[in-house]
Structures are given as C-alpha cells and as structure tokens.
Nanobody, 117 residues
Framework: QVQLVESGGGLVQPGGSLRLSCADSGRIFSSYPMNWFRQVPGKEREFVAGISTSGDSTYYADSVKGRFTISRDNAKNTVYLQMNSLKPEDTAVYYC??????????WGQGTQVTVPS
C-alpha cells in the first residue's frame, strides 16, 4: 500500500527558499506522473506543479511558474519541490499525489510552509 510522506516545510522569510520532499513507502511510485498540491484552511486544494513518470516533462501553476521547480528521483521513490522567491501567498500545507485516471492515493499529512507577510 502506498503511503505518502511529505517533509521539508517550515517558516521562511519572503524571498527565501525551501525544498520539499515527498517519499513513498511502496514500490509503484515511479510508475505514475506526480503532482504537488497546496491547501489553505477554508479553501480547495490547488494544483502547484506536476512531473511526468520519467521526469522529462514538468508543468506549473501560473502562480509559481519561474519560482518553483519539481523533480523526481525514481530510484529513491521521491519527488521534490524546490521553492525559491517565496511569497506570503505561498503559505499553505503542501501535499503530493499521483496523476492517474484511477484517482488519488490516500493523502499524506502534508508539510506546512509559512511565509510571513
């Protein structure tokens, strides 16, 4: 069974950087395109960035384009989100999950990113 574990969040000043990681305890992680999402209390979870199975293709929400970079290491069953030039509006809980017509895996606990204004 897949168990997603996000880590790397924290408190960072505007303009700072963080690198998030998402690890999977199973062995099928590398078979799926993966996405990062974020959620603010009271709002819908929103797409942030996505990466193909091989890592050759990436795509981003307009709000993070040019500032965030998604990558993956299939040998380590891990996907990353490098976040630069952070803004207060990036404050959220960040989650990863697969992109699949079969739906999402169970969500992990997420990792909190806080950028004070």
């Amino acid at each position: 069974q897949v168990q997603l574990v996000e880590s790397g969040g924290g408190l960072v000043q505007p303009g700072g950087s963080l690198r998030l990681s998402c690890a999977d305890s199973g062995r099928i992680f590398s078979s799926y395109p993966m996405n990062w999402f974020r959620q603010v209390p009271g709002k819908e979870r929103e797409f942030v960035a996505g990466i193909s199975t091989s890592g050759d293709s990436t795509y981003y929400a307009d709000s993070v384009k040019g500032r965030f970079t998604i990558s993956r290491d299939n040998a380590k069953n891990t996907v990353y989100l490098q976040m630069n030039s952070l803004k207060p509006e990036d404050t959220a809980v960040y989650y990863c999950n697969r992109r699949s017509p079969y739906g999402y895996w169970p969500w992990g606990q997420g990792t909190q990113v806080t950028v004070p204004s």
